[in-house]
């Protein structure tokens, strides 16, 4: 069942983006989201890490969890843009251990891309625990408090409820 409501989903992501409710588009879509759900169930390795846990998407989660990201994104690229029409520049660049507290690789992926997608800031590493993300961030203060709350309160807090995750 599960498989049937990713599929649907994928089909809404795909009738979105094309921005057409056309049958043959929509049908496409279901086709190809089907297509991606099977290879990628194929050629996914077997559940031995650490952190591969099944994960379920809750759609309302996802909604808010792409408000919160859409709001990250304006506020940094104004950030961003801010510094960058100083007359001298004050960036301070740095990296920032980031505790997290996600439970599984999707999650964690999920983070560090909106991370990455996000103006002044870009995840480097994970730690091979799972338990902490390496950011660069463009402007730091003198410990990274700043950013590690940041982080920890607009994009993780949003990532955690987006996704439904068994605890095996």
């Known amino acids: 069942m599960s498989q049937v409501v990713t599929v649907l989903f994928l089909t809404a992501v795909w009738t979105a983006l094309?921005?057409?409710?056309?049958?043959r588009g929509i049908a496409?879509?279901?086709v190809v989201s089907a297509i991606i759900l099977t290879l990628t169930t194929r050629l996914a390795p077997?559940?031995?890490?650490h952190l591969q846990r099944r994960v379920r998407p809750r759609p309302w989660g996802l909604l808010v969890l792409a408000a919160a990201f859409l709001l990250e994104l304006v506020k940094s690229a104004l950030s961003v843009a801010r510094e960058a029409w100083r007359p001298k520049l004050a960036v301070r660049p740095g990296v920032v251990a980031v505790p997290i507290h996600l439970t599984s690789d999707v999650e964690?992926?999920?983070l560090a891309s909106l991370i990455s997608l996000t103006p002044g800031t870009?995840?480097?590493d994970v730690s091979a625990d799972g338990r902490t993300l390496y950011?660069?961030?463009l402007v730091i203060d003198d410990d990274g408090t700043h950013i590690r709350e940041s982080i920890a309160r607009h994009l993780?807090?949003?990532v955690r409820r987006a996704f439904d995750v068994d605890p095996r």
């Open 46 to 49: 077997p559940g031995d890490g």
């Open 122 to 124: 870009l995840s480097l």
């Open 28 to 30: 496409a879509g279901a």
């Open 156 to 158: 993780e807090r949003p």
């Open 18 to 23: 094309f921005a057409s409710l056309d049958l």
């Open 108 to 110: 964690i992926t999920m």
């Open 135 to 137: 950011v660069h961030a």
